[in-house]
């Protein structure tokens, strides 16, 4: 069994039986360390015969291994007196810490006596006498190397009985303060650790804790003990009397200082000294007595004890008894190493402090901010915190992880509820375009062939009808030469990805409307999806808009090849004159030579064949003309580019051969071929060539030339490329030549090359002009060759 | 075929055109020298041969107006007749100030067309003729001795013998030989149709 494990019996002891401690004390320790043979006849009363005799043989090993080291082994005797009893909490507390430490501490064995001497509690002079002869009868032949004294009240009995019980032996004394010894003078060999008492830092800490206070009430017993504490307190009390007011209590009736305390006003800072007894005489424990003001006052109660807190005292500067108790041991243990005690002078306990009570600070509403730095919070409940923090933490965690899920949740929730919201005002927003502009939303699942259309779609195919609809009632609804390609949209065959069809729906009256299928299907998952949505849409007016346009347009082109054969109506004259007078002049010339005796008939029959030729010529002209005059759909058709612009040069041949113009070709021997529409493409070049000539008006008529040439490229386009040497483009023109309105002429319209490039462009081609390096314009068209155009649509 | 026989020259840049009025002349009887371009035909052109021009007045290169003037400015007095399909009145009074011989229309009638054409070849036929006298004149002028030359001038002038021969310091009856001389010469019987030839010839007498 280790000391430790003793010492906690020894604990467990005084708790359940404190009247057997002096005996169990003395008894276990003895039989440990000493082994002599009575006091192993007291340890062992009830073993049998058999078991004494191994004890017997054991103690005599025992006695033989330690008998060389008896010299350095030989127990040192202490006797611990206590002033009080040991209900006393202060007088265990100190008691308990020294005893321990001497045990631990010292090299020698440690042999202890301790005996209540309760001088406090039963003050008389008598009772002192009979404790001394007591303890003289009952230690007597017993030697002690050092008497531990244990609060004040023992030192004036040691000074006045020492010598009858325990002569010469140095004492050690644990508390008291220096107030306390101020009227005796101590022996050399007396010395120890004053307990301290600084009421002015027990008030300094109230006022800190309580700055608005304006009463202070000061508390203390009857006894001899009481008033050499309240002495010591005077001073520090007095002090405070400008500021506050003091009440003092120290003769008082225990009942009437518990009702008074219970009335006091809270900005009363209560300072409680010792009470062991009152004004009635009656016996008190200080400890209990800071209990019951505690729980009765009306206002914070301070003590100088380390025993008040805990009792519902605030809190005091106080030391520890325990610190008390080592401080003590500390000089006990040097004397017991053989220091002269008269060299130890008394000094105060060094391990001093403000000390408070958590509980008690709450229960005022003191606040931990206003404690002087330093200070020790005793009672404090550990918080949740303290306790549990690893817990807090993950609970904290958890709750905090849920609340952000919530949180996020809800705010989702309240996201979802927006897009909700905007879904349905967006969806209104659509509902409402759609039905405004005539769009009709469909969707068609191919598997079952069933079709959705919604209410303006259904108007749109003129069918109110509510129901599902099939592919078939669609189609019928679409004109027969359009339902192939409606059935294509439907069921998102179209070749280009998210295009429209244009059908045309026979409407109730009869009358025609256009309907765009735009269809949407998702080609990338066919396997996923049957199903192929899209729109409706009532495209008449704008079919009809753009009819009217093309109309227009057609028109203004056609306007324009009047007006341009219109300016060369003199030159074309000419070139139908040219074979009619051939013709007149053959025919009068075979009609002469048919009048002659004999006829030169080789000569007429070569006249005669000059006669047709020359009206085939005349004809050719007629039919260029009236190509370019009429008013006719646009035609698709193999245009061998070369003949085209020989044509060309031939129509404006004596326009040309008037202004004095020479005109170069240089044209591709590979007869580049082009498709579309042959009038529109006569009309692109004679406006260029005409242009061409106008442009030379200045030029001098041996420099009037044009060129024209046409080449193939490698990227497939045929390029027909009119330059002249006339005054060039100048730079302001040159961003509006194709503006419609825009002219450089006199008397020019400015719909020219407007309505030449909206025919190449037609034509999938372009058109551009710029000036040559020579000088003179250059314009430059270029046509996809062979190629299917959209001329024809 | 001779190069004295009359010509007419056809200038039209359309071939048809030129073909079919050629074979009309010829028809008619004329010799024609047909050219499609003007440049070629001023080139080639041989002023003594009898005729006259037929020009389009519409041309590449060269119009018949330029054609006319270009005839004119190297000395010929060839008969020009303008055919055109856009005859205005501008362009015809020119052609007609500068001595064509008619401005015709095409389609042109044969008839308006053998019209011009006769009137050409009486013109030109004038001309010429009166070319041919001043030749002859000039010819038997050059017979003529210098002294013979002066005597005739001085007799052209209205001077009688004696008056002569004290101007050139002889005898009268040396210039009565010279003035035998000359009229012998000159083929003349008179003073009178010696004056007359004189005057044809540009010559003036002496001292009047």
Same mark, same amino acid.
């Given at each position: 069994m280790g000391l430790r494990a003793e010492a906690h019996q020894l604990f467990d002891w005084t708790i359940f039986n404190p009247r057997f401690l002096l005996l169990k004390v003395a008894h276990q320790t003895g039989s440990w360390f000493v082994n002599s043979g009575d006091q192993q006849s007291q340890a062992s009363p009830c073993c049998d015969t058999h078991v004494r005799k191994l004890l017997l043989a054991a103690c005599a090993l025992l006695l033989f291994m330690t008998a060389h080291c008896r010299a350095n082994d030989a127990p040192q005797r202490v006797l611990i007196l206590h002033a009080y009893n040991y209900t006393f909490p202060a007088t265990t507390a100190v008691s308990e810490v020294a005893r321990r430490q001497l045990i631990e501490r010292s090299s020698r064995p440690i042999e202890i006596e301790a005996e209540f001497l309760d001088l406090a509690r039963f003050p008389s002079e008598a009772h002192a006498a009979r404790v001394a002869q007591f303890l003289h009868d009952k230690y007597e032949g017993r030697h002690f190397d050092l008497i531990l004294s244990m609060g004040f009240g023992a030192i004036p009995f040691l000074i006045k009985y020492r010598d009858q019980f325990a002569p010469n032996v140095p004492v050690v004394f644990a508390g008291g303060t220096k107030d306390h010894f101020a009227g005796y003078k101590l022996p050399n060999d007396v010395t120890g650790v004053f307990s301290s008492f600084d009421p002015d830092k027990i008030l300094e800490l109230a006022e800190r804790l309580q700055p608005n206070a304006r009463h202070l009430m000061v508390i203390g017993g009857s006894s001899p003990n009481d008033r050499s504490w309240q002495r010591s307190a005077r001073e520090a009390i007095e002090r405070r009397a400008p500021r506050l007011e003091i009440i003092t209590r120290y003769d008082f009736s225990y009942d009437a200082l518990l009702a008074e305390v219970s009335h006091l006003p809270s900005d009363t800072i209560v300072l409680l000294l010792t009470v062991y007894s009152d004004a009635d005489g009656r016996s008190l424990i200080p400890q209990l007595v800071a209990t019951d003001i505690a729980k009765a006052a009306s206002a914070p109660v301070y003590g100088p004890f380390e025993t008040f807190l805990g009792s519902g005292v605030v809190g005091g500067y106080t030391e520890t008894y325990a610190s008390l108790g080592a401080s003590a041991a500390d000089v006990a243990l040097e004397i017991l190493s053989?220091?002269?005690?008269?060299k130890i002078a008394p000094h105060v306990n060094p391990r001093q402090a403000f000390r408070v009570d958590a509980r008690a600070m709450d229960r005022w509403g003191l606040k931990r901010t206003d404690l002087p730095p330093g200070t020790i919070v005793q009672f404090h409940e550990p918080g949740l915190w303290e306790q549990h923090g690893l817990l807090v933490v993950a609970v904290a965690s958890v709750v905090l992880i849920q609340s952000v899920l919530l949180i996020a949740l809800l705010f989702q929730r309240r996201q979802l509820r927006r897009t909700q919201r905007s879904l349905e005002e967006s969806e209104d927003r659509l509902n409402f375009a759609a039905t405004s502009m005539n769009i009709g939303f469909w969707q068609f699942d191919r598997s079952t062939g069933a079709l959705w259309v919604s209410e303006p779609g259904r108007a749109m195919f003129n069918a109110a009808k509510k129901g599902l609809w099939t592919r078939d009632s669609f189609l019928a609804a679409v004109q027969p030469d359009d339902r192939l390609l409606a059935a294509s949209a439907l069921e998102g065959n179209l070749k280009v990805h998210s295009r429209a069809a244009d059908v045309r729906v026979v409407a109730s009256g009869g009358e025609i409307r256009w309907v765009s299928i735009r269809s949407r299907s998702n080609l990338d998952e066919v396997s996923a999806s049957d199903s192929v949505s899209g729109a409706f849409v009532d495209i008449t007016d704008q079919k009809a808009s753009e009819t009217e346009a093309e109309l227009h347009r057609q028109e203004v082109a056609h306007l324009m090849r009047v007006s341009v054969l219109g300016e060369l109506s003199g030159a074309i004259a000419h070139e139908v004159n040219q074979p009619l007078t051939a013709i007149l002049s053959n025919a009068q010339a075979a009609l002469y030579l048919l009048e002659q005796d004999t006829p030169n008939l080789a000569e007429v029959q070569d006249a005669l064949r000059d006669i047709v030729k020359e009206d085939n010529r005349a004809g050719s002209v007629v039919r260029r003309l009236r190509g370019l005059l009429k008013k006719g759909e646009p035609r698709a058709e193999l245009i061998d580019i070369n003949e085209m612009i020989g044509s060309a040069a031939a129509l404006l041949r004596s326009e040309l051969i008037s202004r004095q113009v020479r005109v170069e070709t240089e044209l591709s021997a590979s007869r580049p071929t082009v498709f579309g529409d042959s009038v529109q493409l006569q009309q692109v070049l004679l406006n260029l060539i005409v242009n061409a000539m106008d442009a030379m008006a200045a030029t001098p008529e041996k420099q009037r030339r044009i060129w024209i040439c046409t080449r193939e490229t490698k990227t497939g386009t045929t390029e027909v490329i009119v330059s002249d040497s006339g005054h060039g483009i100048q730079p302001r023109d040159s961003k509006q030549l194709f503006s419609p309105f825009y002219t450089t002429k006199d008397h020019g319209l400015g719909l020219g090359l407007t309505i030449c490039s909206t025919i190449i462009r037609k034509h999938g081609g372009t058109i551009n002009l710029q000036n040559g390096e020579a000088g003179g314009a250059i314009a430059r068209v270029s046509l996809p060759s062979r190629l299917m155009l959209t001329a024809a649509q | 075929m001779t190069n004295d026989e009359f010509t007419v020259f056809l200038v039209d840049d359309d071939e048809g055109v030129l073909k079919a009025i050629g074979r009309l002349l010829q028809a008619r009887g004329y010799r024609i020298q047909p050219f499609t371009s003007p440049t070629a035909f001023l080139a080639s052109h041989d002023v003594s041969i009898p005729g006259c021009a037929l020009l $389009? %007045?519409?041309?590449? $290169? %060269? $119009?018949g107006l330029a054609l006319q003037q270009a005839l004119s400015a190297c000395g010929s007095e060839r008969q020009v007749i303008f055919l055109t399909a856009k005859g205005d009145i501008p362009t015809s009074v020119r052609a007609m100030r500068a001595g064509a011989i008619d401005f015709l229309t095409k389609p042109v009638n044969d008839t308006d067309l053998l019209r011009a054409v006769q009137e050409a070849e009486r013109k030109d036929g004038e001309i010429r003729s009166k070319a041919a006298s001043l030749n002859s004149i000039i010819t038997k002028l050059a017979l003529l001795t210098p002294r013979e030359q002066e005597v005739m001038k001085h007799v052209v002038a209205g001077r009688l013998n004696k008056q002569i021969a004290g101007e050139l310091g002889t005898v009268e009856k040396t210039i009565k030989v010279h003035r035998g001389r000359v009229m012998n010469k000159l083929g003349v019987r008179s003073v009178a149709d010696l004056v007359r030839l004189a005057e044809r010839a540009g010559i003036a007498g002496v001292g009047s």
């Open positions: 053989g220091t002269d005690p008269s | $389009d %007045l519409s041309m590449p $290169d %060269l $119009d």
